[in-house]
C-alpha cells in the first residue's frame, strides 16, 4: 500500500522530508516454453520517491533521492583522519587521500 511518509534527511538529519514509501511486493515471472510453463516468484525492494527538498541543508530532490537510492557516502570518518593527523603535526595537505 502506498503512503504519504515525512523521513528524516539523509544528510543533516534534522529536517523532514515527505515522501511516497513504496513497500516491497511479491510479484511473478512466468516462463513459457513448449513442453512446461514455470511461475518464478520474486520479491521488489521498498522505494521512496521524495516530493520536497531539506530546508535546513538546501539540498535539492534529486540529491536526496540519489542518496537513499545509492547510498550515502559518509564524509566523517574521513575529516576524523585528517583532524588527527594535524593534531600530530603531521603536514597533510600536500598528501593525496584515497578514502
Known amino acids: 500500500m502506498v503512503e504519504h511518509v515525512k523521513i528524516d534527511c539523509p544528510f543533516c538529519k534534522e529536517s523532514t522530508i515527505e515522501a511516497i514509501h513504496i513497500p516491497s511486493t511479491l510479484q ?3 516462463t513459457r516454453v513448449s513442453a512446461k510453463t514455470s511461475t518464478q516468484f520474486y520479491r521488489t525492494k521498498k522505494k521512496y520517491e521524495i516530493e520536497s527538498s531539506c530546508s535546513n541543508c538546501g539540498k535539492s530532490v534529486k540529491e536526496i533521492q540519489k542518496a537513499l537510492d545509492e547510498g550515502k557516502k559518509d564524509l566523517g570518518n574521513e575529516k576524523r583522519i585528517l583532524k588527527r593527523l594535524k593534531e ?3 603536514n597533510f595537505t600536500k598528501m593525496e587521500t584515497k578514502f
Request: hydrophobic share 50%.
Open 28 to 30: 511473478t515471472a512466468v
Open 88 to 90: 600530530q603535526g603531521l
